[in-house]
């Protein structure tokens, strides 16, 4: 039976326990905290899975593993990283975004990754880039000279969910690197549901990069869900995250219709609903090898970019989201 090293067990980490048994591992659960045991076996046996296992430790353990999965809250991930690493060694590794909240750190994940030899096997969960409908997005975007991006909402946290956006417009843009053209945080924090001792942000900027471009205006002040539209020459793919439906109208081939008769013979192309894949079944798919996510150098350039509309929005690092 294959093995697992999964670090933490907060609800990310429950949902990557779930996909590890899943896929028949054998998982050693790493975390500090007590009482987590209980509701980890009653989670498991209600989603249909068996206990037997997981083995539950409260130190890093020595050994070799077929995956590693790294949950915990940024200010621990890179010092249980390392501490893994130092004893351990695993063939495939798997770290949750944000890498960390302080941008040193962030860059430093790839510099141990080098030094144990394991940068090629680390990547990062930016798991949108498996979400179906995104794939439909970016090929509609391959073929545009140029396109738009907008995000709509309120308090998702920049750190915490806007990662996620940010590194969705990378895919989209085929990770050509933007500029960010303008940035204002807004005059409040996001509050966190993790606890007081951390806090996020929210904003308004402008990315611009070769091909793409993304307006974003994510209120702190504001409980609105996020809405993404993506426009390019002759078509618009609009995203509703508050109830999972989208809609995508493209002007008819063939047509000669002037650009100022906007919207006429356009078509729908596509308005359902759609669904995503659950966490821990992508978690199944990644340990069994049959998906990948980002790596290290591509993980870093998203982080990078968050890092850059903070520090343009006025916020100095290090930062407090997890």
């Known amino acids: 039976m294959k093995t697992a090293f999964l670090s933490a067990l907060g609800a990310m980490g429950r949902r990557h326990l779930q996909g590890l048994v899943r896929a028949g591992f054998t998982v050693t659960a790493y ?28 130190t890093i353990p020595t050994g070799n593993f077929d995956v590693a999965v790294f949950a915990e809250t940024t200010t621990r991930r890179l010092e249980n990283f390392k501490q893994f690493l130092s004893h351990a060694k695993a063939a495939r590794i798997l770290l949750e975004k944000p890498m960390s909240a302080d941008p ?16 090629s096997i680390t990547q990062v969960n930016f798991v ?14 391959s073929q545009e000279e140029r396109f738009t991006v907008t995000l ?44 007081t001792q ?21 209120e702190a002040g504001s409980s609105a869900n996020v ?32 650009n100022y008769r906007y919207g006429a013979e356009y078509v729908t192309d596509e308005e359902s609903g759609f669904s995503i894949p659950a966490m821990h079944e992508l978690s199944h798919d990644w340990a069994k090898g049959l998906i990948d996510m ?8 998203t982080h990078d970019l968050l890092d850059r509309i903070l520090q343009e929005g006025g916020a100095k690092p290090p930062y407090q989201y997890t």
């Open 31 to 58: 975390d500090i905290n007590d009482g987590l045991q209980d509701t980890v076996n009653k989670e498991l046996l209600a989603a249909g899975f068996p206990v037997d296992n997981v083995v539950f430790t409260r």
């Open 104 to 119: 040193d750190e962030v860059r430093a994940f790839h510099a141990v990754a080098l030094a144990h030899g394991v940068a």
């Open 128 to 141: 949108r880039r498996h979400w179906p409908h995104l794939h439909k997005l970016a090929a509609r975007c």
């Open 152 to 195: 709509n909402g309120g308090a998702i946290g920049l750190g915490c969910m806007g990662i996620h956006y940010l590194d969705t417009f990378l895919a989209l843009s085929g990770d050509e690197m933007p500029d960010v053209s303008w940035s204002e945080l807004s005059k409040t924090l996001v509050a966190s549901g993790r606890g």
């Open 198 to 218: 951390f806090t996020d942000y929210g904003g308004d900027f402008v990315l611009t990069g070769p091909r793409a471009r993304l307006m974003a205006s994510l």
């Open 227 to 258: 809405l993404m539209t993506v426009r390019g020459a002759h078509f618009l793919a609009q995203v509703d995250y508050t109830d999972m439906r989208w809609k995508i109208s493209s002007r008819k081939l063939g047509s000669s219709m002037p």
């Open 294 to 301: 980002p790596g290290l150098v591509q993980a870093v350039k």
